[in-house]
């Protein structure tokens, strides 16, 4: 199944991943689809790696699904990664949850091919996919430094080291300018709330 048309593309797309639990509860949070190109078929091949701890690893080692949510929405990021996004944000395709603002849709098998000390590999293969919206898009640098800087965000709680907190922060302040002078409303709001959760009285 090709995902191109989707916009799963090869290297990392950052998508919003939906799953469930057993019990049926929803979760949303901001994952790396890796897309590899098989040499010798020229198939593309797909991949997550889920670090231990997250409610997406629990709920895909339950139910083997999950749902690739195509979105260019910052604040989506943000929230999915750093609140609970209420049912009102949730739809069902194929059995699995996924936002109903999405542009696409792909669900998505798992299969756990390795267990490294601090994450899960899985190959993910598609098995449903629905294109609700194309959108032709220039690039943003507002909307790519946003993204890094809510990555970089999911990091900051988890580094005990000082001085790499301080490049952290450095890094932020960057990120920051270039929202700022590039971004749009929404990009700027996702900082916002960043800014609000994780550097309120750290410097930044
Ligand atoms: C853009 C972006 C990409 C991310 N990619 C991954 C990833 O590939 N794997 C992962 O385990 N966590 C990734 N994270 C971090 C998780 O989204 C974060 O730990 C989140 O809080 C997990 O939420 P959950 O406990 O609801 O699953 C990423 C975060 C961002 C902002």
Redesign the pocket.
Known sequence: MELKEAGIGEGIS?VIVTTKSASGMP??????IITVINEGTGEPLHF????KG????ANVLETNMLAANVTDDAVI?VK???EHLSEAHFADFAGVPVLAKANAWIAFTSVLIEERSD?LHFQVLPRAVKINRKEIKAINRGLNAA?EA??LA?RFDITKDEREKKEMRKLMERYAEIVKKCGSRREKEAMGILKEKFFKGSGF
Do not use: C, D, R
């Open positions: 950052e979760n949303a949070a901001p994952i790396g997550v790696k889920l670090y997250s409610q997406t690893l990021f999915a990664a750093f994450y993204i809510a990555i999911t």
